[in-house]
């Protein structure tokens, strides 16, 4: 049994395909930001590198979750379509807090480190995703701010809450110049 299961091998290669897109980009903009701007926070929100290390504090923690106990078995694949995450995550309608286990903590301090630790990220999720495994195909992990998502939901997921924060970073960037 393996460890995610898409509804075809069409989607499952679209999903690798965002995901590498998605990682490309995040790791372009990281090596193409201006140093002031890492250290400048916007409107009471956080700087960029402190967005940054939000974004790969939040992919390690999926990435571990979704190889652990799950919290139930759903009936489907998905739990949410995938093009209402990307809505609600992408669009940025309204602002979320990020919960205190996934907040900046300081420990990521340059675009170097931050592009080393997010490489090794994507590329040991991608490694895990491809190794058969034990667990239930169509588990799902509780999240505070959407409920239930499955495995699937959740590597979408990563994809749409990275580029939630890209846009951010880019508006930091323009607010910058």
Partial sequence: MICFLFLDDMKSNRFFNLLDDNTRTTLQLATQMPNPVFLTPVQEGWSSIEILEHICLTDQLISNLIFGQPDGIAKGKFLIRESKLQYLLVQDIQRLDAPDFVRPRGTVNSSDQF????????????????????????????????????????????????????????????VSK
């Fill in 115 to 174: 592009i080393h630790t997010f490489s090794e990220i994507r590329k040991n999720l991608k490694e895990r995703l491809t190794i058969p495994c034990q667990l239930p195909e169509n588990r799902y992990y509780h999240t505070p701010l959407l409920g239930n998502l499955t495995v699937n939901d959740w590597l979408f997921f990563i994809i749409f809450h990275t580029e939630r924060h890209l846009n951010q970073i880019r508006r930091i960037m323009l």
